[in-house]
């Protein structure tokens, strides 16, 4: 056991790596997969390696939230907790029973019914039908699957799937909970509930483990945050510096290189926090969905008259649309010191992908640009609906 890692963890995770096997393209046969195998020709050759090197230790009652972009190995490294995969080097040790939820109705039976699954779910757990029974209604009720509960799962939406998921994996009471994402999926009254029976785990003292791409929401409910790239660890600690340090890395891949700051210095843009229509902080808004932006600033002497503007992009820089307080009508008589400024966004009505932010501060006259940063800021666009081009126009047909 690596020295740096404590005995008492209830999850110990030292100098662990997964490799998963990728298989040749083409046509086989039974004879030159024998020989593969037997000669091992080109072995490690193939192999993917999704983590590398992970050591961390989470402390019993303790949140660890896990970030890093798709592909960073996040789920592979729950699914290596929960013990569905092994490791292919290092080690893996936990203290206590594991609820897991690591993907859409992952464990459930699409033939059998919702009440079935559950019950066969408490069994792998380890639990006797007499204490599912005791917690069967709980579960329902929390799941608000009443009239649903003895149809087959397989007619079930994603939404039904997950809330009967979640309100399995936590009902069981595990000692240990690990969440891949459920965050995502839902209507608002059940990430609330989602929410709010995270808090009552953790009141409990129990130890959690969850993924998610909603990073003001896992700022707020972690205690440490763990940052993933490409596999690896690469930050661990304090949620408000690691996510900072992950938004940072993100930016500077997703802006490409076309990231450009300049200006004065007289005046600067020193943050902007990015909100949704609820207020909470966030990198992924659905198209049609409200952005907030909190534009944080300091003058470093009085300037008369200043305006404000910002600009939207696609990922190739593209302009889509782009106004500030001047064009707007809006008169700022004058800026000391530090500051703050919301643009509101009432829709944003375009398809789904990555977009970059641009934002600016100059004299009324735009002889002084006191502070421009250019395709500095990347948010994602998540939307359902199909149609060509970058904005969504509503219109109406009649025959």
């Not at 050759?45 to 992970?54: E, P, Q, S």
């Not at 649903?148 to 997950?162: C, L, N, R, T």
Request: proline content about 2%; glycine content about 10%.
């Amino acid at each position: 056991m690596s020295k740096t890692l404590p005995d008492d963890g209830v999850i110990v995770v030292d100098n662990m790596s997964k490799a998963f096997r990728l298989h040749r393209s083409g046509t086989r046969t039974v004879k030159s997969a024998v020989v593969d195998l037997v000669k091992r020709r080109g072995a490690g050759k193939n192999m993917f390696w999704a983590l590398r090197d992970v050591s961390f230790s989470v402390g019993k009652g303790e949140t660890l939230g896990i970030v890093g972009a798709n592909g960073a190995g996040k789920s592979t490294l729950l699914s290596l907790l929960a013990g569905t995969k092994t490791p292919t080097k290092g080690s893996i040790r936990t203290q206590g029973t594991i609820s897991s939820l690591l993907e859409l109705g992952a464990g459930f039976h699409p033939d059998l019914t919702g009440r079935e699954n559950v019950y066969l779910a408490g069994a792998i757990m380890g639990l006797s039908r007499k204490q599912m029974r005791e917690r069967f209604d709980a579960i329902v009720e929390f799941a608000g699957m009443g009239e649903f509960i003895d149809q087959p799962v397989k007619h079930y939406s994603s939404g039904m799937y997950v809330r009967l998921g979640f309100a399995v994996s936590v009902e069981v009471d595990p000692d240990i909970l690990l969440i891949d994402e459920v965050l995502a999926v839902g209507d608002d009254n059940f990430q609330k509930k989602c929410l709010a029976k995270i808090e009552a785990f953790r009141k409990l003292g129990k130890t959690m483990l969850i993924i998610s791409h909603d990073l003001g929401t896992i700022q707020s409910i972690s205690d440490r945050i763990l940052f993933l790239d490409e596999g690896r660890v690469a930050g661990i600690g304090d949620p408000h510096e690691t996510i900072g340090g992950y938004r940072a890395l993100s930016r500077a891949r997703q802006t490409q290189g076309h990231e450009r700051e300049w200006g004065t210095g007289e005046a600067r843009i020193d943050d902007v926090v990015f909100e949704n229509g609820e207020g909470r902080a966030t990198d992924t808004f659905a198209s049609g969905g409200a952005v907030r932006c909190r534009i944080r600033y300091t003058a470093r002497k009085r300037i008369e008259d200043p305006v404000f503007g910002f600009s939207l992009s696609q990922a190739d820089t593209r302009l889509v649309f782009g106004s500030n307080t001047q064009v707007e009508s809006v008169r700022i008589d004058a800026i000391e010191g530090k500051g703050e400024l919301v643009l509101t966004l009432k829709e944003l009505p375009v398809a789904a992908g990555n977009y970059l932010f641009s934002f600016s501060l100059h004299s009324s006259d735009h002889r002084e640009n006191y502070h421009r940063l250019d395709y500095a800021f990347s948010i994602t666009v998540l939307s359902e609906a199909r149609f060509e081009g970058v904005c969504r126009i509503p219109c109406s047909w009649e025959i």
